[in-house]
């Protein structure tokens, strides 16, 4: 895969956020280009789907409850 199919192919996206309005937020502007998300609310959950699920790219929030960010970034 070259960096210019990446741009024009759809992208599955896993989004690791507690927040609803910045999950609905993501979503929304990830929808609006084309691409899916799947959203999950801490980082221990984000390491359970990427245990299951292939994705082209993870957004990662730093503070969230169970498991941050970065701590999910070590794991």
């Not at 690791?16 to 221990?44: F, K, S």
């Amino acid at each position: 895969m070259t960096l210019q199919n990446a741009a024009t192919r759809p992208l599955k996206i896993l989004v690791a956020e507690d927040n609803t309005i910045n999950q609905r937020l993501v979503i929304g502007m990830l929808t609006t280009l084309g691409h899916t998300g799947v959203v999950v609310g801490d980082g221990d959950k984000a390491l359970k789907c990427l245990a299951k699920l292939q994705f082209d790219v993870v957004l990662m929030d730093v503070m969230m409850p169970v498991m941050d960010g970065l701590e999910a970034l070590a794991a």
